[in-house]
């Protein structure tokens, strides 16, 4: 009795307790002092351009994946992806003329995955909806049109509200007969860039050509059609080649005493191809790296063993981490937890769990070293990672480091997703709350629960 009131006094004392507090200190001040992510990031960016899959880029980034962890001791090696291969091309469209107005060219990016229009492009009329429902009382009315989706996107959240405009979509209007689709961007502030993404068609289903246009531009085209019909011309040159081999790039730090549990950490190494993808997905890449560097030089290494996982083609399919997953056959069971870093390079908030009972309670223990950082609060989001959803039917816990991302969306996805909109300061301490919780799952002597089964729809997804 006296012992044990003892112990849960000390327990109370020290919050964190059995982990050192001073690997904490160590870490989360070599992280923000040192701005080694930002680093990484750099020469990531400058040294391999945008990333598409099956592009020359995507492979310069596999290359320089396994050479950055490689410098830092790690057991790496390449699995073979098999990706999508989808090439942009020439692009452009316009409003035609009509009585009492001029015709003006439309700022539009093909959607990855779209076909090309035939050549000499698609001439149509215009018709608008906002949502899918909308579309689908349309009815056959789009046949030989080009169907416009439009949405009020504001906030960040409206990703998820909205986001099936542009999965979805094109495919929806495909089958009602529409020739085209364009997309309002899925974004929360636009210098007239369009914002790409993936649309999916189904297998052997019909396919139009289908494009995002930026946000002035969809508001130019809802206006117009206020007062009366519109007529676009579009011209697409992208083309889906047959699939290429690439690469996820996997490393291991081997736990010292349990190597058999293992931590799995991600990012993807692929990027949209309008631009370096500093924010999608260079920042978890430069994250991911950094950790396993800052780790991978403690004295000791940590209990259990932590996998770090650049996954390719998370964009426009999830290829790798549907190859990762499936690769580990009866071993999946061995995934204690995993961290995923997808979401963008803003400043660490809090943190989020996706864990049995008791987790949260694990995790809170270790964020007394994170609150210096402002991130020192468990929140209630939901802890995930497209990479992370073929892990699920597992029931892996998933903790992650919940970033500032209100502008985010900005950006995301777009020509303008380049380093020069990264704040190193703001990186380098989610560096540091990314590489601490990292540590914290691989050392803690407790392993967290594992969360409920998720519903079988949950595990699908692509494009975050
Ligand atoms: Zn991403």
């Not at 003006?104 to 995955?113: D, H, K, Y």
């Not at 993936?198 to 052997?204: A, D, I, N, P, R």
């Not at 920042?283 to 030089?297: C, F, I, T």
């Not at 777009?414 to 909109?421: E, F, V």
Request: glycine share 10%; charged share 20%; proline share 8%.
């Amino acid at each position: 009795m006296w012992f044990s009131a003892l112990l849960a006094l000390a327990l109370q004392a020290s919050p964190d307790a059995g982990l050192d507090p001073s690997v904490a200190k160590a870490l989360i001040t070599e992280a923000v002092d040192s701005r080694g992510a930002y680093g990484l990031l750099t020469r990531l960016v400058d040294a391999t351009g945008p990333r598409l899959s099956g592009s020359p880029g995507a492979e310069r980034a596999v290359t320089w994946g396994v050479e950055q962890l490689q410098a830092s001791g790690l057991e790496v090696r390449k699995e073979p992806v098999r990706v999508p291969v989808w090439v942009r091309g020439t692009e452009r469209g316009e409003v035609l003329a009509a009585p009492g107005r001029p015709g003006s060219p439309l700022a539009l990016t093909a959607l990855g995955g779209s076909p090309g229009t035939p050549p000499g492009g698609i001439e149509a009329e215009l018709v608008e909806v906002s949502s899918l429902a909308e579309l689908r009382d349309r009815g056959a009315s789009v046949k030989g049109r080009v169907v416009f989706f439009n949405h009020a996107m504001a906030v960040p959240a409206d990703y998820r509200r909205f986001g099936e405009l542009r999965t979805k979509g094109p495919a929806e209007a495909a089958k009602l007969g529409a020739v085209a689709a364009l997309v309002r961007s899925l974004a929360t502030a636009s210098f007239r860039s369009p914002h790409t993404g993936s649309t999916q068609f189904g297998e052997g289903a019909r396919r139009i050509p289908a494009a995002a246009i930026a946000l002035e531009d969809a508001e130019l085209l809802h206006r117009l059609l206020a007062k009366g019909p519109v007529r676009v011309r579009l011209e697409l040159g992208c083309q889906n080649l047959p699939d290429a081999t690439s690469f996820d790039v996997v490393a291991d730090l081997r736990g010292r005493e349990r190597p058999e549990e293992v931590v799995l950490v991600g990012a993807h190494l692929d990027s949209w191809d309008l631009a370096t993808g500093a924010q999608d997905d260079g920042a978890g890449v430069a994250l991911v790296v950094e950790a396993a560097r800052l780790l991978a030089k403690l004295p000791a290494r940590p209990r259990r063993t932590v996998r770090f996982v650049l996954f390719m083609n998370e964009e426009n399919g999830l290829r790798g981490a549907k190859t990762y997953a499936a690769d580990q056959g009866g071993d999946i069971g061995r995934h204690v937890a995993a961290m995923e870093f997808d979401s963008g390079a803003g400043r660490p908030l809090g943190v989020a769990v996706k864990a049995g009972p008791g987790g949260a309670a694990i995790v809170e223990r270790w964020l007394p070293p994170l609150v210096s950082l402002g991130a020192g609060v468990l929140l209630p989001d939901e802890a995930g990672g497209a990479d992370l959803t073929p892990l699920a039917p597992a029931r892996v816990p998933v903790v992650q480091v919940v970033q500032d991302m209100s502008r985010y969306f900005d950006i995301h996805h777009s020509a303008a997703d380049t380093l020069d909109k990264v704040d190193a300061e703001a990186f380098s301490r989610t560096s540091g709350a990314a590489t601490w919780l990292i540590y914290a799952l691989a050392e803690s002597p407790e392993v967290l629960a594992r969360p409920p089964a998720p519903p079988p729809a949950a595990a699908s997804g692509t494009g975050r």
